[in-house]
């Protein structure tokens, strides 16, 4: 395989312990004359959503059918939230409450400092706490489609956001970068053509385009799943040096108040790859990597 080259992504944001209010909506259903028709007071958008009335009589064996499916619904949602109730109340006994921890998670209420800002894949399967054990207050996590980072000129999103407040209000001192095995987003990138029509998936993913041509020119003789690996960790790459066009980031790693890092998690066999950025400071362009570790 290919080594990967080196080539020129709703946060609670404020500090305070104020106790937060809770304000029940209540959610009214309208009902018009026609009793099979019933209708949500949706917010309005550009689209006007059309609605079509049911054609036919409503019988009672089809009013039984629905009741018994929607029954089956909320029984379903009723189940999993009833799993999720039992974690947080566990969570909330063994962890939170625990002599060992309630001072750490109280001071918690009152400020953050973690030590890391972690970029990494929205992907189910890719949970940062869970794989290298981050406890809270000890990573700043952001997590989107193929773990990208955009470079500063283009326009204003979440993971730039998130970026500006994590180095320079929370002054993080490691910026942690983790792709991962088997990424449909960098599977989406690769397999995109340029005259696909634009969707919500292209205009995000194309930010790994600079990954997605390297690849192309060193591994087109590959198969398009070892493509894939490649460019996995190859945008891993090109995000590294896309932090490094954030005016704000570049000066402190410059003065070595903030370090570049990138990992890659393999779930097939459960082994990680972390590597550090080093920049020359003298030479504005001139990069290598360091300290590169295989966990296995």
């Known amino acids: 395989m290919a080594r990967p080259l080196i080539q020129s992504s709703s946060v609670d944001l404020h500090k305070s312990s104020a106790t937060t209010r809770i304000l029940r909506t209540q959610v009214r259903f309208l009902e018009v004359d026609k009793p099979h028709l019933r209708f949500l007071n949706l917010p309005s958008c550009n689209s006007t959503p059309k609605l079509k009335a049911w054609k036919g009589p409503m019988t009672l064996t089809k009013e039984v059918v629905d009741e018994k499916e929607m029954s089956a619904v909320t ?8 799993t999720l109730k039992h974690r947080f109340l566990n969570f909330k006994k063994d962890k939170y409450l625990t002599r060992k921890n309630l001072e750490h998670y109280q001071s918690l209420a009152d400020e953050q400092s973690p030590k890391f800002l972690v970029i990494s894949c929205a992907d189910s399967r890719v949970c940062p706490s869970n794989i290298l054990g ?3 207050g000890e990573a700043f996590v952001v997590r989107n489609i193929a773990n990208l980072v955009p470079p500063y000129e283009t326009d204003p999103s979440e993971v730039k956001a998130a970026l500006e407040f994590s180095v320079n209000t929370l002054k993080v001192e490691n910026i942690l970068v983790i792709g991962h095995s088997r990424c449909g987003g960098i599977r989406a ?9 634009s969707s919500f998936i292209r205009s995000w993913v194309i930010n790994g385009k600079a990954a997605r041509t390297s690849t192309k020119a060193v591994a087109s003789n590959l198969s398009f799943d070892h493509q894939c690996k490649h460019c996995e960790k190859e945008s891993v790459n090109c ?3 896309n932090l490094l066009t954030y005016p704000w980031i570049k000066e402190k790693v410059n003065k070595g108040e903030l370090v570049i890092h990138g990992g890659y998690y393999d779930f097939v066999d459960c082994s990680f790859e972390k ?3 080093e920049k020359n400071s003298q ?4 990069v290598s990597i360091k300290n590169r570790e295989f966990w296995s």
């Open 75 to 82: 029984e379903h949602e009723s189940n999993e939230f009833t």
């Open 134 to 136: 981050f406890q809270p």
């Open 189 to 197: 990138l690769m397999s995109m053509d340029d005259e696909t029509n």
């Open 239 to 241: 995000s590294l040096m």
């Open 275 to 277: 590597w550090t950025l």
């Open 283 to 286: 030479v504005d362009d001139q």
